[in-house]
C-alpha cells in the first residue's frame, strides 16, 4: 500500500509542478543576489515570481538529506517505534574525507540506539553526516548503493531529470548535481509525504538516547540550521521555517527554506552562494540571500484582480440576429495573480483577439476569441473571450441572407458561366448550319457526285 500511495503523490506531484504558471512574469529585486543559482515560488499559485540560473548544474551538498528522509519515510513501516544501533564501521568515510569542514555531525557515537524518527531529526536539522548513512545502510538493508538507486529512481519520477545522487549525505562527489528547478521539484514533492514537513520545519528537537558503550549525559538538543526562524538570530524574520542548509568547500552554501506573511507563502531555493566576501571574511550569503529574497516577498506582492469575469471586453458583429446585431464578450473567468505593488497593474498590455462577423445563433458562454496580457514582452496569461449572453437567429433575415448568398455562391457563377459558353456555342452552330444552307438551297449535304451514285444503286 504504501508503494501506491507513493507513486499517486509522485503523480501528483508532477502534474501540479508541470502545471506550474509557465507564463508568470518574473521581477527582479534591486538587492544583489549572492546565489549562482536561485529560485523563489509563490506556492499558492506554484508560479516563480524570481530566478536565477535555475537551470545550471550545481552540488546539492546536505540538501541530498531531502531525497534521503523521502526514501526513509516511504520505506519505513513505523519511524517511532523502530530502532537503530549506530555502528562505528560506518564513519570511516569519514575520518578518511578531504574535507573535513564539509562534515557536520549529529554527536551520534557508536552504540547509540535511535528510533528512525530520530535519525531523521539529527540529518535534517543538523546534517548530521552520521545520522544519513545509518538511515541509509538500515533502509538498504546493508547495501547503500541500493539505497542510492532508489533515490536516483524517486528523481527521475518526481521529473529531476538533471539530477544525479551519489551519496545519501551530501558529501563532495563530482557525479552528485542537480540543479534549482530540480531542487525544488524534489521539495514540493518531499512536502506531500506525511511526516516530512513536520520534521524539516522543526526548530529544536530534544532526545534521550541509549548507549551501550559510552552512556550520553542528559538530554540531546538538535537545533535547526536555518537561523532565520531563530528569534535568538540577528538574521530572524518572523514567518520563515525550515527546510535545510548545505554547505561544500567546493560548491558554496545552499539553502531551501519556506515562510507565509499575510497569507501567502513562498519557497525559496537558493545554491552555491559564496563562502567568503571581497576581503575573505567568512559570509553566510546563502542565510544572507533567503532573508532578503523572503522579506523582499513579504513586503511587495499581494494578489490583485487583472481580469473580471464581468468585464465587458468587445462586441463582435452577429448576422442574421433577431434583435441586436452584436453580442459583448467577457473573459470566460477571472484571472487573479500574485503582484509587484511597485508596478502598476495599469501597464499591463491587453491584446484582444476576436471574430469580427459571426452568424446567429450565438450561445451564451460561446468561446469567440481571447485576450493575451503581457508586461514588456513578457506573457502573463492568456484568457478565452465568450459570449455575454444568447443571440437568436432571425428565421425572416437567414433566408433572405440564404437566398442572397446563394446567387453570390462561386458555383452558381461558374454554372452560369458554363451555360453561357454552352449556349453560345449552340448558337454558334445554329449561325453556321443556317449560312450554310443559304448558301446550298437545295441542302446542305446535296453533293451531286453523292447523290448520283446513291440514285444508281437504289435503280438496282
Known amino acids: 500500500m504504501k508503494k501506491i ?92 574525507y578531504e574535507y573535513q569542514d564539509d562534515l557536520r555531525y549529529g554527536e551520534i557515537w557508536d552504540g547509540d540506539t535511535l528510533t528512525v524518527k530520530d535519525y531523521l531529526y539529527a540529518m535534517m536539522l543538523t546534517s548530521s553526516c552520521e545520522a544519513s548513512k545509518i538511515l541509509a545502510n538500515y533502509i538498504g538493508k546493508g547495501n547503500i548503493s541500493a539505497f542510492v538507486d532508489k533515490m536516483n529512481a524517486k528523481a527521475k519520477e518526481i521529473g529531476a531529470e538533471n539530477t544525479n545522487f551519489a551519496n545519501p549525505h551530501g558529501l563532495y562527489d563530482s557525479k552528485q548535481v542537480t540543479t534549482a528547478r530540480d531542487m525544488m521539484k524534489i521539495t514540493l514533492y518531499a512536502l506531500s509525504v506525511p511526516g516530512f514537513e513536520e520534521i524539516a520545519t522543526t526548530e529544536e528537537y530534544e532526545v534521550n538516547p541509549q548507549s551501550y558503550i559510552t552512556p550520553h549525559e542528559g538530554t540531546w538538543t538538535w537545533s535547526h540550521s536555518n537561523i532565520i526562524m531563530s528569534a535568538a538570530s540577528d538574521f530572524y524574520l518572523y514567518g520563515v521555517k525550515g527546510i535545510k542548509t548545505g554547505n561544500l568547500v567546493l560548491s558554496g552554501r545552499n539553502i531551501i527554506t519556506m515562510g507565509t506573511a499575510n497569507g501567502i507563502s513562498y519557497m525559496l531555493v537558493d545554491l552555491n552562494a559564496p563562502f567568503y566576501d571581497k576581503d575573505g571574511d567568512s559570509k553566510y550569503y546563502h542565510i544572507i540571500d533567503a532573508y532578503n529574497l523572503m522579506d523582499w516577498a513579504f513586503d511587495n506582492f499581494e494578489f490583485k484582480d487583472i481580469l473580471s ?36 497593474v495599469t501597464s499591463i498590455q491587453k491584446n484582444i483577439n476576436v471574430e469580427k462577423t459571426i452568424q446567429a445563433p450565438v450561445k451564451k458562454g460561446q468561446k469567440l476569441g481571447s485576450i493575451e496580457m503581457k508586461l514588456s514582452d513578457e506573457v502573463i496569461a492568456t484568457v478565452d473571450l465568450v459570449a455575454a449572453s444568447d443571440v437568436e437567429r432571425s428565421f425572416v433575415k437567414f433566408n433572405m441572407s440564404a437566398a442572397k448568398n446563394f446567387f453570390k455562391s462561386k458555383w452558381i457563377t461558374r454554372a452560369f458561366i458554363i451555360s453561357l459558353i454552352l449556349s453560345l456555342m449552340y448558337l454558334g452552330i445554329c449561325i453556321w448550319f443556317y449560312v450554310y444552307a443559304k448558301k446550298n438551297p437545295k441542302g446542305g449535304f446535296s453533293n451531286k457526285k453523292i447523290v448520283k451514285k446513291l440514285y444508281q444503286n437504289k435503280r438496282r
Not at 462586441?315 to 452584436?326: A, F, I, Q, R
Open 5 to 96: 500511495i507513493s507513486v499517486l503523490l509522485s503523480v501528483i506531484t508532477c502534474i501540479c509542478f508541470l502545471s506550474l504558471n509557465v507564463n508568470a512574469v518574473t521581477f527582479k529585486p534591486s538587492f544583489e543576489v549572492y546565489g549562482q543559482s536561485v529560485i523563489l515560488m509563490n506556492l499558492d499559485t506554484e508560479s516563480i515570481i524570481y530566478e536565477k540560473n535555475p537551470d545550471m548544474e550545481q552540488m546539492p551538498a546536505s540538501l541530498v538529506n531531502i531525497m534521503t528522509a523521502v526514501i526513509v519515510l516511504e520505506n519505513c513501516q513505523d519511524i517511532e517505534s523502530e530502532t537503530i544501533r549506530a555502528d562505528k564501521s560506518l564513519y570511516q568515510e569519514f575520518e578518511d
Open 309 to 344: 469575469e464581468k468585464e465587458e471586453i468587445a462586441e463582435v458583429k452577429v448576422e442574421n440576429s433577431d434583435g441586436n446585431g452584436y453580442v459583448l464578450v467577457k473573459p470566460a473567468k477571472e484571472y487573479k495573480t500574485l503582484w509587484f505593488n511597485e508596478i502598476d
